[in-house]
């Protein structure tokens, strides 16, 4: 369902044009293209923990990427995704890390399109 990104090409085009956003430790850079599927990548540095803690983390924000999807697929826009991890979120509830994930991958509605 989720696919991964790893071109070097779209490494290049998200650091230049992709939209920056953060909640506490978790930061996102997303471009968005709605012709594609979602891709994501991670960037968990060694500064987190060790291999062990940082695979945790990922596998924790790839079933919470799948819940999303599979759940409503409108609320993950397609495009490259980059989310990066700067400290441990070991303590963070299940609750909580689908709330921020929720609100970082929250689709931008522009002013005209509002209900």
């Known amino acids: ?11 290049n ?5 992709g939209a920056r956003s953060g909640r506490g430790p ?6 968005s293209d709605p012709t594609s599927p979602p891709r994501f ?8 923990g060790n291999a ?7 596998r924790r924000i790839r079933a919470i990427l799948t ?3 599979v759940s409503n697929p409108r609320q993950v826009e397609g495009g490259d995704h980059l989310i ?8 963070w509830s299940h ?3 689908h709330t921020v994930m929720t609100e970082l991958l929250a689709p931008v509605v522009a002013l005209g399109e509002a209900e």
Request: charged content about 30%; hydrophobic content about 45%.
């Open 1 to 11: 369902v989720i696919e991964r990104l790893s071109s070097r090409c779209a490494f």
């Open 13 to 17: 085009q998200l650091h230049a044009d």
């Open 26 to 31: 978790v930061r996102l850079v997303k471009r």
């Open 41 to 48: 990548a991670f960037a968990i540095p060694r500064s987190v």
């Open 52 to 58: 062990v803690e940082r695979n945790r983390i990922r």
């Open 67 to 69: 819940d999303l999807v």
């Open 84 to 91: 990066r991890v700067t400290a441990s979120i070991d303590h």
């Open 95 to 97: 609750d909580t890390l």
